[in-house]
């Protein structure tokens, strides 16, 4: 069965940075695709960024760009989200999702996302 752990969330000031990370675990990890995504009070969940089984490949939503780096270690396992000039508009839970293998759906769509975390709290004070 397949575990995804993120961590890294907490309070920050607005203009501050974090850096997310998602542990997984209990299956193949290296060959997938994996994505970020947030969901905000009230809100649903939106598409963040997503990385290629090998990295090479990234893809962000509007919103973010310039702004957030998604970046993995196949070796560890673990997939990470740097973010800078953080703005109170980025508060919501992140969570850390695994590709669908052979998903023809977009990378932003999440029922393309089969695993998923339990979520980090992300809150940035203005």
């Known amino acids: 069965q397949v575990q995804l752990v993120e961590s890294g969330g907490g309070l920050v000031q607005a203009g501050g940075s974090l850096r997310l990370s998602c542990a997984a675990s209990g299956g193949s990890f290296s060959t997938y695709d994996m994505g970020w995504f947030r969901q905000a009070p009230g809100k649903e969940r939106e598409f963040v960024a997503a990385i290629t089984w090998s990295g090479y490949t990234t893809d962000y939503a509007d919103s973010v760009k310039g702004r957030f780096t998604i970046s993995r270690d196949n070796a560890k396992k673990t997939v990470y989200l740097q973010m800078i000039s953080l703005k109170p508009e980025d508060t919501a839970v992140y969570y850390c999702?695994?590709?669908?293998?052979?998903?023809?759906?977009?990378?932003?769509?999440?029922?393309?996302?089969?695993?998923w975390g339990q979520g980090t709290q992300v809150t940035v004070s203005s």
């Open positions: 999702a695994r590709r669908r293998a052979y998903s023809q759906l977009g990378v932003t769509t999440p029922i393309g996302y089969d695993y």
